[in-house]
Structures are given as structure tokens and as C-alpha cells.
């Protein structure tokens, strides 16, 4: 069967549902602008939407545009224009996706982009819906391409090739291809399968490679070139300008109104948290639960941080207790999540009815969270572990959100803590769970065995930093397991527990490798908690990545 479509009979699938040749009229700039609405206040000073047509690499579009110091958003294909209006965007991308834009109900690019005449890089799938909508023609391969390829330039003078050499190696993924320009475009690269392998007209260009990924070693200076070239944007995005604007931003939203935020000692709520104080000062309360679970120093050093050195208002609440009294008896690891997160909804409504009227919840999410949950609710994905955080407390207490990291990736909630002068040693803190400790002690949870894990835990920390590690692991922590082991000290038997260290390398958790420890830094680690550690007399590492094995055990 012959999938192509003959452009004449092409129409747009969008609500608008525009004919091709008035895309045509407005890429050539020919015709007038439709108005667009208004746009949303809180404009950003540059930015650029990404559009998602389903690629693996959108997050990676993302994470080199913030590379490049430009400030960018991921939307689904199917986004209004006032969705996006709000961020003042200077450009689009369009990503890559699994779809052939010829079948029957291919994602295409909505009305907005074509009329909005903002310059667009597509790339390789965005690429073709380029050409699908612009009038020209998009075939299934004779020859699939993927993997490394060799792109020669046409002639060299495209801004998008500013400052590079002629030929260069590009990463390839597609089964489709452009066999017809759209009008008014140049193909400005080949590579030997693709003979239209990059096509521009003026500020609209189109990539069948993929600049995002790391197989394109030049790919940033592309993607750079169509940011600040075609684009002509400052790349002034930077963590302090984010501060800023989070700020103002914050600012605006409260109001005179009273936020409550749950600090738990990792990065991210003590950002969010830094961030609000220095928004709204004395309107902002702070809560730290102490639910007994937490490592050796914790809740000492959060009191030490927060309420001493940053004068913020800080309840530090003890409910060691609490917790411990729900624990007892529980075994089961989907159990004691249950009971954790459901404590500390509990501790923490108690202590809010305390402080009277409270209109926000300052919650530390971040953009992995929201592209996460929403490709969630698309998806049938099985439940590993119920993951406890706050997200249950906005239902449980009728409170409007402040999330001022909501569209940051890690690194950069990193960037922006250290702007806001959070000390370096909280700033690169590795992920804590929020059930803590009792995720790693398997079997009941005991004041007695969380003594023990402590103890552990302080030693692999401690050894993990003298051997200059500790940033390059995504977490490094010990495990109490449930066995017993037989051994010998001095002249006499022993029968203790059984330790596990973990360590591991990961750019996300979503997957992670067991790292390669050099040995001398396990025996280390070994050698001082059999030592020192009293009631445990044989430590295991564990060689499990992610998949099969998750990272924390329970
Ligand atoms: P898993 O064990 O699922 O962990 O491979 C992935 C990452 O998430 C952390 N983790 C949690 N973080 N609440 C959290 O805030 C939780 O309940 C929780 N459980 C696991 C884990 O430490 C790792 O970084």
C-alpha cells in the first residue's frame, strides 16, 4: 500500500484546521499574523518550548537548552497556545517520536507554531512534520539509518552550522525520510543515506540527526547555534537570574498569605524552602518532622542549618515515638511505607492546626516528579514501592502548592542552592528516602537495630568521603539485613548481623549501576564496622544494578 499523501489532499489535524497552503503563506511570512491571546504575565526574559512528539530524547532537548543557559519547557504536542503563552517563548523545538507523519492520526505541530512565526528547530521526527505541514514530502526510507553517520555540509554559510567544520559525525535514528523539499527550503546538509538531512528557510530548520545526544559530539554547538544565532538569544538564563524570578514569582502568588513547607534535610525542600523565606521571610513556617528514622546528626544538623544560621521560623518536631510505637510489629516494606507516610501526614496536620490560618504548602518537586507523573497517568506501569512524600498532604489539607523548583532538574536545584548560599555539604547531599532508615532495615524496625544501622551508615559515609567519592556515587549507604551470620573474634564465636553495603552510580535513579568500590575502600569499610560496630559481624556489598534490583531494598 502506498502510505504517501499527495500534498494537495494534506490537511492539517488540528482544531483549526487550517489548509497546508496557509502554512505555506505563513512560513514564507506572507501572511498577516493571526492575533494570538494575551499572553500570561509571568513572562520569562528567554525562553523556548520544546515539543514533545514522544521522543526518548526530550528531556535531553531540555537538559542541553538549560545547557546553553536558555530557560525551556517540555508541552505535548496536543498544548494550546495559552498553555506556553505565559513563558514569552522566543523559539520552538520539535522533538523526535516514534510515529510516521503519513499515517492516519501522526502527531503533527499545532496551528500556534506556524503563526506564532517563532523560529523552530525540528528534529528528525520533528523534522518531517516540518515537512509534512510546510508542503513537502516525507517517504519511508529504502535504507533505515541509525547510528553514526558522516553529515557534509551543502555550502557553508547556515547560521546553524556557524563555527563548524564542513563534515561532521551525527547520530541517526529514523526509518523515514524528507524526498521533497517544502517550498522555500534549501537543504543545507547530506549524509550518504539521507540527501536531506538538515533543510532550513530562514529561521525554520530541520535535523533528521539527533544534536541532544552524546554520539553528536558537536550537537551542542548546534543546538547553541540555533538558540543564540537563529534565535538570538543571550543564553542569560543562569542561577541566579532563576533565584530571581523564583523570587518574584513566589512573591506574587502568596501574597500576604502563609506558607507551610516540610523540610526533611535533603536538597530539594531545603531549596524550596531558601527560596520562599527569601520571598516572603516571617510569612514562611518550616516544619521538620524527627520521625526517628533519619541517619546519625540529622535532625541536629537541619536545626543547626535552618533555624540557627538562617533564622528561619523552624518547628522542629520530635515524633520519634509516634512513629516507632506504628512500626512495631510491621515487617512488610510496602507496610511500613504505608504507616510512615500516613504518620507524617498526622504529625504534620497536628503541628499546622497549631500555627492557625496557612494557605500554602511549599513542596520541593521537581521536573523529573512532573514529566514522571505525567507520563504515569498515561501508562499502565506496574507499582514497585509507594513512594512517601508530601504529595499527599495539598489533598489532605485543602492547600495551594508553591513549587518554585517545579521545572528544574537536579543539578540545577544544586546550581540554585548554592546561589541562594546553602552550605556545599547540604547542596550535594545524596537522596535520602523519605521512610528512611526503615527502608533499610529489613524485618521490624527497632530503636536497638536502627542504633546499629547508624553506626554503620556514619562508617561507609565517612570512608566513602575520605576516599573522595562521595559525589561521584548517586547514594552510598549500609543496609541491616535480617540474617545472622557465625564468626570468630579473639578465641571466641560470634553470631551477629549481617551488613550490606550499597552503593551506587545513576544519573536519575530510574535505572543505576552497582559501583566498581576500588577494593582497599571496601575492606576499609568492612574491617571498621565488624570492629566497631558491636552486634554485627560479617559485611556483604551488594552487586545488583537497577533493573533488576531497585536501590533502597525495601
Ligand atoms: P528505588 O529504591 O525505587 O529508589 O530504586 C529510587 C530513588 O528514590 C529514593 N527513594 C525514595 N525517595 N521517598 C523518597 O523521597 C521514598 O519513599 C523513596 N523510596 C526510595 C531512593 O533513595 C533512590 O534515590
Redesign the pocket.
Request: positive net charge; glycine residues 4%; without cysteine.
Given at each position: 500500500m502506498d502510505k504517501e499523501v499527495s500534498p494537495a489532499s494534506r490537511r492539517i489535524a488540528t482544531s483549526d484546521d487550517l489548509e497546508v497552503s496557509t502554512y505555506l503563506e505563513i512560513a514564507k511570512g506572507k501572511k498577516g499574523q493571526q492575533p494570538l491571546p494575551e499572553e500570561a504575565p509571568q513572562a520569562r526574559e528567554e525562553a523556548v518550548v520544546i515539543i514533545d512528539f514522544g521522543s526518548q530524547y526530550s528531556h535531553l532537548i531540555a537538559r542541553r537548552v538549560r545547557e546553553c543557559h536558555v530557560y525551556c519547557e517540555i508541552v505535548p504536542y496536543t498544548a494550546s497556545w495559552e498553555r506556553v503563552a505565559g513563558m514569552n517563548p522566543k523559539g520552538i523545538i520539535m522533538s523526535g517520536g516514534p510515529a510516521s507523519v503519513y499515517e492516519p492520526g501522526a502527531p503533527l505541530a499545532p496551528v500556534w507554531v506556524y503563526q506564532s512565526k517563532l523560529p523552530i528547530l525540528g528534529i528528525c521526527y520533528g523534522m518531517q512534520v516540518l515537512a509534512h505541514q510546510l508542503g513537502g514530502k516525507v517517504s519511508p526510507s529504502v535504507k533505515r539509518e541509525y547510528g553514526h553517520a558522516v553529515l557534509h555540509q551543502n555550502k557553508a554559510d547556515a547560521p546553524i552550522f556557524s563555527e563548524l567544520p564542513h563534515s561532521l559525525p551525527v547520530w541517526m535514528s529514523h526509518g523515514d525520510q524528507i524526498t521533497e523539499l517544502p517550498p522555500g527550503f534549501r537543504a543545507l546538509a547530506y549524509t550518504e543515506s539521507s540527501p536531506i538531512a538538515v533543510m532550513g528557510n530562514g529561521a525554520i530548520v530541520g535535523l533528521q540527526f539527533h544534536p541532544e545526544v552524546a554520539h553528536t559530539p558537536q550537537g551542542m554547538d548546534i543546538l547553541r547555534n540555533f538558540l543564540l544565532r537563529v534565535c538570538g538569544l543571550n543564553g542569560s538564563w543562569t542561577p541566579q537570574s532563576f533565584v530571581a524570578q523564583a523570587v518574584q514569582r513566589i512573591r506574587e502568588q502568596v501574597g500576604e498569605g502563609r506558607v507551610i513547607c516540610a523540610l526533611s534535610g535533603g536538597v530539594d525542600s531545603a531549596v524550596a524552602a531558601t527560596l520562599v523565606h527569601r520571598a516572603v521571610g516571617e510569612q514562611l513556617t518550616c516544619i521538620f518532622v524527627d520521625n526517628g528514622l533519619m541517619r546519625r546528626d540529622e535532625p541536629h544538623r537541619v536545626a543547626e542549618v535552618f533555624g540557627r544560621n538562617m533564622r528561619l521560623n523552624l518547628l522542629h518536631v520530635n515524633a520519634q515515638e509516634r512513629f516507632l510505637g506504628r512500626l512495631r510489629g510491621v515487617t512488610d516494606p510496602e507496610e511500613k511505607?504505608r504507616v510512615i507516610g500516613d504518620e507524617f501526614i498526622r504529625v504534620f496536620e497536628d503541628e499546622a492546626a497549631e500555627l492557625g490560618q496557612v494557605d500554602f504548602l511549599a513542596q520541593g518537586t521537581l521536573y523529573p516528579d512532573v514529566i514522571e507523573s505525567q507520563t504515569a497517568e498515561n501508562s499502565a506501569s506496574a507499582k514497585?514501592?509507594?513512594?512517601?512524600?508530601v504529595g499527599g498532604l495539598p489533598a489532605a489539607m485543602h492547600l495551594k502548592l508553591v513549587e518554585p523548583l517545579r521545572y528544574l532538574f537536579k543539578d540545577e536545584v544544586r546550581d540554585a542552592g548554592l546561589a541562594l548560599g546553602l552550605p556545599e555539604e547540604m547542596v550535594y547531599r545524596q537522596?535520602?528516602?523519605?521512610?528512611g532508615l526503615a527502608?533499610r532495615i529489613l524485618g521490624e524496625v527497632t530503636q536497638e537495630k536502627l542504633e546499629t544501622l547508624r553506626a554503620c551508615d556514619w562508617i561507609v559515609m565517612d570512608e566513602i568521603k575520605a576516599a573522595n567519592l562521595y559525589r561521584e556515587l548517586?547514594?552510598s549507604f549500609a543496609v541491616l539485613t535480617d540474617a545472622r551470620s557465625v564468626g570468630v573474634m579473639g578465641d571466641y564465636r560470634t553470631y551477629g548481623h549481617v551488613v550490606a553495603v550499597r552503593a551506587v552510580t545513576s544519573q536519575d535513579?530510574m535505572t543505576?549501576d552497582w559501583a566498581r568500590l576500588p577494593y582497599d575502600v571496601l575492606a576499609r569499610i568492612s574491617s571498621r564496622i565488624v570492629n566497631e560496630v558491636a552486634q554485627v559481624n560479617r559485611v556483604v556489598y551488594d552487586i545488583t544494578s537497577?533493573p533488576p534490583g531497585?536501590?533502597?531494598w525495601e
Open positions: 511505607r514497585i514501592k509507594t513512594h512517601h512524600n537522596p535520602f528516602p523519605g521512610p527502608i548517586w547514594q535513579a543505576a537497577k531497585t536501590i533502597e
